[in-house]
């Protein structure tokens, strides 16, 4: 698409953003400090802490559900102007409810096509990597990403990169894409605000990172976001109270606390050849939210500082986890590769002595981009894997096609991304 060389031809029916506070002293990307891109190099570099509720409820007595079930933060109805108001943005305006949109992360994205979006969707980063097979375990949902942007070309994501997209919507944080990208400045993302369209998001995958000086959010307080963003609160509250009753029906069930397991999560990207690993603890923040919920052990967090390690066989040996999970084996490695590797974690000679590979305890673990539908999925996923008396053998992604095998109502959440709830 051509560039709006002035940026104000279509103001008129765009939304526009309004900074409602600094968050630095110096500007939004103030601080920033670097991050590492889990498929070049998977080692998270950040430490993990806080600890916001993931299933936290806050109270919005000033919303109002309009008669088509879209809703405003302010109590607006749908036909005028609204605001949200989300960290580090602060309050952004709206004019009218976006139709055009992209999202950095599927974190983001995913939280779109849950509120009904899908159609409007026109870019995401690493596209290609979208754990896409989970969605065919939801009845009737056909998510495709062809005719979806894929984006983060290192040499050439820039302003131009917004204007050439030209959505109503960026879902993103400002200060993380500016953190990635060189380019970027923070004035950057003032002119995409004033002169294509607004940016709202926050990188909630990780606590506690030192350039990150602002409120965190859980999921389900970004998902109630975004649901104001679109204007979409009926399809917010489905969602919700989907996960909201499957959690507490699943710890229901949960063996007591010393009969869980300790896993231990390591990259699907380590070289398993030179026995080399990306070992990272679980942590605070979305990224690892299905294995808190399902208060699973942590092996690897008492044996390391910071965010992530880098062992070798014996190492692991050392810690000797009941499983191994490893890091984006749904999401960025077909069945086929994931096997490969963990032929070589088991034809090694230490590797062989393992009590995950004794045990068969070797999972592909999901992607830590998780919005609210794949975050869902993952943790039926996770469940079976765990507690396989509990809650069914995991036999892999067909396991979830079986309707009597589902731990929460799979129809319910098409119903609800489809429309026709």
């Not at 607006?76 to 580090?88: I, R």
């Not at 290609?128 to 495709?144: C, I, K, N, Q, R």
């Not at 030209?166 to 060189?182: A, I």
Request: glycine share 10%; net charge negative.
């Amino acid at each position: 698409m051509a560039q709006d060389s002035d940026g104000g031809d279509e103001l008129g029916r765009r939304a526009y953003l309004r900074y409602g506070c600094a968050i630095t002293g110096g500007g939004l990307l103030a601080g920033c400090a670097g991050e590492n891109d889990p498929q070049s190099t998977p080692a998270d570099t950040a430490t993990e802490s806080g600890t916001p509720a993931d299933t936290a409820d806050p109270a919005t007595p000033d919303e109002a559900v309009t008669e088509s079930g879209r809703v405003t933060e302010t109590g607006t109805s749908e036909s005028e102007s609204y605001s949200v108001t989300m960290a580090p943005a602060g309050t952004v305006e709206f004019e009218s409810v976006p139709d055009r949109w992209m999202a950095y992360y599927s974190t983001y994205g995913d939280m779109g096509i849950a509120l009904g979006q899908l159609d409007g969707l026109e870019a995401l980063v690493y596209r290609d990597t979208w754990p896409d097979a989970l969605y065919d375990t939801l009845p009737g949902v056909d998510v495709s990403f062809d005719d979806v942007e894929q984006l983060y070309d290192a040499s050439s994501f820039d302003t131009e990169t917004f204007y050439e997209l030209d959505c109503d919507v960026h879902l993103l944080d400002p200060n993380f894409v500016g953190l990635k990208h060189d380019g970027l400045a923070a004035e950057d993302f003032d002119e995409v605000a004033d002169s294509v369209g607004p940016v709202v998001g926050n990188y909630i995958r990780r606590n506690g990172q030192e350039w990150h000086d602002y409120e965190y959010y859980s999921l389900y307080e970004a998902f109630e976001k975004i649901a104001a963003v679109f204007q979409e609160r009926e399809r917010y509250e489905a969602i919700k109270a989907v996960h909201d009753d499957f959690l507490a029906r699943v710890r229901s069930k949960l063996p007591a606390e010393a009969d869980r397991p300790e896993i231990g999560l390591v990259s699907t990207f380590s070289d398993f050849e030179s026995g080399s690993f990306h070992a990272y603890p679980i942590g605070d923040g979305n990224g690892k939210k299905q294995y808190r919920d399902l208060g699973i052990g942590d092996a690897f967090a008492p044996h390391m500082e910071g965010s992530y390690a880098n062992w070798d066989y014996e190492q692991l040996l050392e810690v000797d986890p009941d499983a191994l999970v490893f890091t984006y084996g749904l999401s960025h490695v077909s069945a086929a590769e994931f096997e490969s590797r963990m032929d070589t974690l088991r034809a090694d000679d230490v590797g062989k002595q393992l009590t995950a590979v004794t045990e068969d305890r070797l999972y592909r673990g999901g992607t830590s981009y998780q919005g609210p539908v794949v975050n869902l999925l993952q943790t039926e996923v996770a469940a079976k894997q765990f507690y396989p008396e509990r809650f069914g053998e995991w036999n892999g992604i067909e396991t979830l096609l079986d309707e009597e095998a589902q731990l929460f109502d799979h129809q319910r959440v098409a119903d609800v991304v489809t429309g026709e709830f």
